[in-house]
């Protein structure tokens, strides 16, 4: 029998993996609505809002001002760190998202846990092992077999172009979780760091790039806004914290492997993107070569 403690946790864990798992398809709900410039303003401006706030009520609660803790590297290196993974990930990810359905773009993130092994085997300058290769071989390969089954999305097909932004996304995020390794401060404030440093970025890039949105907000827009902003980057991250830290990281580990599932299953009933015989073995091999590369 499961403790209600046990429960909770696993609770809190999967909340989030499903949170994260919708991302994609609300953003790719929103990109009927707004071009990528606006997507990339709305999964970063709201979060580090919020996180503003926070740290502001913080601020008045303790008599002090409170920020992020920025742990033992400098502001140059802290921003650097924060902007590659905040810009990078968020930018890539709208880009693909424009152009390409949201389970593609879900079951290419899976490959997020390869490219981070890979990465880190090469920042202490070790070869990669042969189970590593051949897992990164059959992940990349297996996140382009939707391409052949020509699934239309938005009225143009499945694109390269699609696939290989949401790649850049999760290289993008495997390099700053390799970086970002000996970067001691909580996870909290280390998401807060980054959402703050890329705001800016995100609040300017709808002006350069002249990106069009709708004259008005619909109120399926707000729900789909919170969940790419707060709910990813904010809610999702707290329950992500609390199930890591009752239940452990191997536990955890477990739950990420539903969060691609959980993106196709959601692309397909909210947003009536067909689910293929290709799409089902392009995310099995995927997450097979994910399991394979913890292997050793």
């Known amino acids: 029998m499961k403790t209600t403690r046990q429960l909770t946790e696993q609770l809190y864990l999967l909340a989030a993996v499903v949170i994260w798992g919708s991302a994609p398809v609300a953003t790719s709900a929103l990109s009927s609505s707004f071009s990528s410039s606006w997507l990339f303003f709305w999964r970063l401006v709201p979060t580090a809002s919020a996180f503003v706030l926070l740290y502001i009520f913080r601020s008045i609660l303790q008599g002090r001002i409170v920020t992020p803790a920025r742990g033992d590297v400098g502001w140059v290196r802290t921003a650097a760190y924060s902007i590659f993974g905040g810009v990078g990930y968020n930018l890539f990810i709208s880009l693909a998202l424009a152009s390409t359905s949201a389970s593609s773009v879900g079951i290419v993130l899976t490959t997020e846990p390869v490219w981070i092994v890979l990465i880190f085997a090469w920042s202490k300058k070790a070869m990669p092992s042969k189970r590593l290769i051949v897992s990164l071989v059959v992940a990349i390969l297996a996140s382009t077999i939707p391409l052949f089954g020509g699934v239309a999305v938005k009225g143009h097909v499945v694109t390269v172009i699609g696939i290989a932004f949401a790649t850049f996304a999760a290289i993008s995020w495997a390099l700053f979780t390799a970086f970002s390794d000996r970067w001691r401060i909580p996870a909290f404030d280390k998401s807060a760091q980054m959402a703050i440093y890329s705001a800016p970025v995100a609040l300017i890039a709808p002006l350069i790039f002249n990106g069009t949105h709708p004259k008005s907000i619909l109120l399926a827009n707000f729900g789909e806004i919170i969940v790419v902003s707060l709910g990813s980057n904010l809610i999702a ?31 397909s009933v909210l947003l009536h993107q067909p689910v293929t015989l290709l799409t089902i073995l392009s995310l099995v091999l995927v997450i097979g070569s994910v399991v394979n590369s913890s292997l050793g």
Do not use: D, H, R
Request: zero cysteines; glycine letters at 10%.
């Open 237 to 267: 991250m707290i329950f992500w914290i609390k199930g890591v830290a009752s239940g452990g990281a191997n536990l955890a580990a477990l739950y990420l492997y539903l969060q691609p599932i959980a993106t196709v299953f959601l692309s």
